[in-house]
């Protein structure tokens, strides 16, 4: 090999290698602008979803099956709640007249399950009548809050 072939096959593997540093070096600039498209994608995503969701809730809050679930959800509660305040009243009165030792404990265990029941409607009622998305279907006959001092 003389030196003209050396020169000629260095100057090739030069340019060998030259080529696959070029290659490399879009596959990594094309990796790069990938990313950032993903992203920016992922940002206008985002603010996207931020910026549609009222509209959403307003169009979740307005179907019809909501309306109607909401409505006679607050007259069971309130209906629930009027059953066991009267409920309560009944107990009270048992207990009052009871003279049995056990039987009045087991009218005040009794009472004491009740009155937790009538609570716990009364803060779920409560919570519901201050929650715009589901006040608004509440009846104009029915309360704005129940009492939960009935429930004692």
Do not use: H
Not at 10 to 32: A, Y
Not at 71 to 84: C, G, M, R, V
């Amino acid at each position: 090999m003389n030196l003209e072939d050396k020169i000629e096959s260095k100057i090739e593997r030069e340019l060998d290698t030259m080529s696959w540093g070029k290659l490399f070096g879009w596959f990594v600039g094309i990796c790069c602008i990938g990313l950032i498209m993903v992203a920016v994608s992922g940002v206008f995503s985002t603010v996207g979803t931020v910026a549609t969701s009222p509209g959403r809730v307003i169009s979740k809050t307005m179907q019809t099956a909501n309306i109607i679930q909401s409505y006679e959800w607050f007259y069971d509660i309130n209906a629930s709640y009027q059953a066991k305040t009267g409920q309560i009243r009944q107990f009270k009165e048992f207990y009052s007249s009871e003279t049995d030792k056990k039987e009045k404990s087991r009218l005040r265990i009794d009472m004491a399950a009740i009155q937790q029941m009538c609570r716990n409607l009364t803060e779920k009622y409560n919570a519901n009548s201050q929650k715009m998305n589901k006040s608004v279907f509440k009846g104009w006959s029915l309360p704005d809050l129940l009492n939960q001092s009935t429930c004692e």
